[in-house]
């Protein structure tokens, strides 16, 4: 069984940085896409950023020139970089992958979800 394990949220003022981790572990084969995605309190869980196993990118309107994501496909690792923080940013963070595990079949795999809290 993968697991995906995020790291890295927690409270920062307007204007603040912070990178978000997430970490998957298991019996993997490959990580085709890996993506971020965040929920704020009453809202649908919403696409932040997403980034194929050959680096190629894309992004939610809302974060465009303020947040990057990246990988490091020998570890199994997906990063978000969010800088210039906004109140509207603040949401539970979720990282999913597209997994090939050992039965050779892909699927998905959600992360349990990492608080980021923006104050003004």
């Known amino acids: 069984q993968v697991q995906l394990v995020e790291s890295g949220g927690g409270p920062v003022q307007a204007g603040g940085s912070l990178r978000l981790s997430c970490a998957a572990s298991?019996?993997?084969?490959?990580?085709?896409?890996m993506g971020w995605y965040r929920q704020a309190p009453g809202k649908q869980r919403e696409l932040v950023a997403v980034?194929?196993?050959?680096?190629?990118?894309n992004y939610a309107d809302s974060v465009k020139g303020r947040f990057t994501i990246s990988r490091e496909n020998a570890k199994n690792t997906m990063f978000l970089q969010m800088n210039s923080l906004k109140p509207e940013d603040t949401a539970v963070y979720y990282c999913?992958?597209?997994?090939?595990?050992?039965?050779?079949?892909?699927?998905?795999?959600w992360g349990q979800g990492t608080q980021v809290t923006v104050s003004s």
């Open positions: 999913k992958a597209a997994v090939v595990g050992g039965t050779l079949r892909s699927y998905d795999v």
């Open positions: 298991g019996i993997i084969f490959l990580i085709n896409d």
């Open positions: 980034i194929t196993s050959a680096g190629r990118t």
